[in-house]
C-alpha cells in the first residue's frame, strides 16, 4: 500500500511541474495577447466604429491569466477606467447606463433582424437566434442591478 501512494505522489508532483512549465510558457504569450489588444482597445475608442471595450474585456482576461499586476494598471489607468469600471461583477450599473444599453441593443437587434431577412443572406432558422442573444444580453444586464440611496446593491432591480 505504502509503495502505491508513494508512485501516486510522485506522479502528481511530475504532473505539477509539467503544468507549472506550461502555464509559465504562456504566461509572456498571453501578456503579449495583452498588449495587442490594449493598443486595439485605445484605438478602438478614438476611431468611431472599432470597438474599444472588447478589446479591453479581453486584454484583462489575458492579463488576469498571466500577470495580475498588469490587469490592475490597466483597470486604474486614468484613460481605460472609464471603460473598465464595470469589468468587477459586484460593481453596480447605473440605471441610466442600463436602460440605454438595453435600448440601444434592441434597436441593433431589429434592424439586423430585419436586414438579414430582407436581404436573404442567411437561412430563415437563423433569424431566431439573433433577438434570443439579444434576451440574454437583457437579463444579464438587468441582473447587474443598481445602488440605491441605502448603499446596498440591489441584484434583483423591479
Known sequence: ?????????????????????????????LASVGVLCVILGAIGIVVPGMPGTVFLLIASWCFAKS??????????NRFFAPYMRFVDGNAPLPRKDRMWSIGLMWASTIFSTWFLWWRE??????????????????????????????????????
Not at 505504502?2 to 510558457?25: C, E, P, V, W
Not at 500577470?67 to 486604474?76: A, D, I
Not at 433577438?131 to 440574454?136: D, E, K, Q, R, Y
Open 67 to 76: 500577470f495580475p499586476s498588469l490587469e490592475r494598471r490597466l483597470l486604474r
Open 121 to 158: 443572406w442567411v437561412p430563415v432558422w437563423f433569424l431566431p437566434l439573433v433577438p434570443l442573444a439579444a434576451c440574454v444580453g437583457t437579463v444579464v444586464i438587468l441582473r447587474r442591478g443598481t445602488k440605491p440611496p441605502g448603499g446596498k446593491v440591489d441584484r434583483f432591480p423591479s
Open 1 to 29: 500500500m505504502s509503495g502505491a501512494f508513494f508512485i501516486y505522489i510522485n506522479l502528481m508532483a511530475l504532473h505539477d511541474d509539467t503544468l507549472r512549465k506550461r502555464i509559465a510558457f504562456h504566461h509572456p504569450i
